[in-house]
């Protein structure tokens, strides 16, 4: 796969090092991300649970 990898770089013209992220990187956002989408899901439960209580009349 590296051979192949390289090969296609050579014949489009890209440079060698993409200057990307690094996988440890990736791994930090998407769990930075799934940490927020929980506290999110957290907080709207509290929320509802506290705005059912609420009484109008």
Avoid: Q, W
């Avoid at 929980?38 to 059912?52: H, M, N, P």
């Amino acid at each position: 796969m590296k051979r192949l990898t390289s090969f296609l770089r050579t014949r489009l013209g890209l440079p060698r090092d993409d200057h990307g992220y690094s996988t440890e990187t990736v791994v930090v956002i998407a769990l930075l991300v799934a940490m927020a989408i929980a506290a999110v899901g957290f907080i709207s439960a509290t929320v509802e649970k506290y705005a059912s209580n609420i009484t109008l009349g």
